[in-house]
């Protein structure tokens, strides 16, 4: 079993600044890519960004320049600074973990609760 949670989820004035961070644990045997994804009341759930073993990332071009997705692979963690909050981030941000688990073959996508992230003054 795996389990995925986030934290840091917090109100922020607009322009401010947050982390989040997820982490993974169980019987991983390797994690191939980690994310983050972010739903609005509303709207559908988008990718916000993604980093994979190799450290490629990718984000959204709403976050390009702002935001920062980081991981620790020591500690199965991931990290997402966010930089010049506007009221448009306001959304539920949740994780996610694409890995290998040790005696399985193959790859499994898990996912956390979600944490609330509100941008206002």
């Known amino acids: 079993q795996v389990q995925v949670v986030e934290s840091g989820g917090a109100l922020v004035q607009p322009g401010g600044s947050l982390r989040l961070s997820c982490a993974a644990s169980?019987?991983?045997?390797?994690?191939?890519?980690m994310g983050w994804h972010r739903q609005a009341p509303g709207k559908q759930r988008e990718l916000v960004a993604r980093?994979?073993?190799?450290?490629?990332?990718n984000y959204a071009d709403s976050v390009k320049g702002r935001f920062t997705i980081s991981r620790d692979n020591a500690k199965n963690t991931v990290y997402l600074q966010m930089n010049s909050l506007k009221p448009e981030d306001t959304a539920v941000y949740y994780c996610?973990?694409?890995?290998?688990?040790?005696?399985?073959?193959?790859?499994?996508?898990?996912w956390g609760q979600g944490t609330q992230v509100t941008v206002s003054s």
């Open positions: 996610n973990a694409v890995v290998e688990i040790y005696g399985l073959g193959g790859r499994y996508e898990y």
């Open positions: 169980g019987s991983i045997a390797n994690i191939r890519a």
């Open positions: 980093i994979t073993t190799a450290t490629y990332t």
